[in-house]
């Protein structure tokens, strides 16, 4: 791992980039929070990264990181990328009940798939549950690692050859508690990379601008992949967005119950009311229960 080292600004560089690469594919703009000047606010710094078990770099990192609003539309298959300002912002209201788990200590259980043994220099990306996948970011080392408890990364993305995955035994550089975790990462812009390329395949196929699913996932998904192609995917100088995620909906009505999606925000006359306040950027305003 001798080449591969962390950088904070290329580590926000490279998720700002992947989200703006999601907005050309599927997600409205609308749904992408970017942080204020100087940061998302927290009032207690030094406090918020003990609450969470974590170093002062990591929450530094965190401030600064845009983010996809709270449950608005998946990242990556089933996927919500977790929105670290929304926790923040309670934790400035105070938002800790007694007796219970406090909604970061919540977000750090959901973002690290309930790992026991982990680094206080990774942070956790997405926010799921046992049986979503954990991004999990090491600000020590560089890399994201892919990990889930009861299922392997697939093999479309650990063995693309494109972006090739870390070599290294993590039981040779890390304590042997960490190493499962450990055993499957990228350099931090590589891991995005690849990202993108399972969507450029439509491995990660969006219905609509919202839900993802695998591919084999979805019945007739030739179908629905023959839409986006038709439409200039993956050229991005020819893809036509809204026509696309337009037919895009009216093939997963035919098809697919259950999903959601949102109108662009071009199709409708009160854009900011459609799209409701909780995907305004900036922080949360929240009281305390």
Not at 192 to 216: A, E, K, M
Not at 238 to 256: F, G, I, N, P, S
């Amino acid at each position: 791992m001798g080449e591969v080292s962390y950088s904070r600004d290329a580590a926000v560089r490279a998720i700002r980039e992947y989200y703006g690469f999601l907005v050309k594919m599927y997600a409205n703009e609308s749904f992408i929070l970017e942080p204020p000047e100087g940061g998302w606010p927290l009032t207690d710094s030094k406090g918020f990264a003990q609450a969470l078990g974590k170093t002062d770099e990591v929450v530094e990192l965190l401030r600064r990181l845009p983010y996809i609003s709270f449950n608005e539309a998946h990242g990556a298959p089933e996927c919500w990328f977790a929105d670290w300002q929304r926790c923040m912002s309670l934790y400035n209201a105070g938002h800790v009940q007694e007796g219970q788990l406090s909604y970061h200590e919540c977000m750090r259980i959901t973002t690290e798939n309930a790992i026991e043994d982990m680094s206080p220099h990774v942070i956790g990306l997405i926010d799921g549950g046992r049986y979503t996948p954990a991004f999990l970011l090491d600000t020590e080392r560089g890399v994201v690692y892919w990990y889930n408890r009861f299922y392997a990364c697939d093999d479309t993305i650990k063995d693309n050859p494109n972006w090739e995955r870390i070599q290294d035994d993590p039981y040779d550089y890390a304590p042997e508690s960490e190493a499962d975790w450990r055993g499957t990462g990228w350099a931090i812009p590589e891991f995005f990379d690849n990202l993108n390329d399972q969507f450029r395949q439509l491995v990660f196929t969006p219905i609509g601008s919202c839900d993802v699913c695998w591919d084999d996932t979805i019945d007739n998904v030739g179908e629905l992949q023959a839409i986006y192609r038709e439409h200039g995917w993956p050229d991005l100088d020819r893809y036509r967005k809204k026509d696309c995620l337009r037919a895009v909906r009216a093939w997963t009505k035919e098809h697919c119950d259950g999903m959601r999606d949102h109108d662009e925000p071009e199709d409708s006359d009160n854009a900011e009311e459609a799209l409701g306040s909780s995907r305004r950027a900036g922080p949360l305003s929240a009281t305390p229960e």
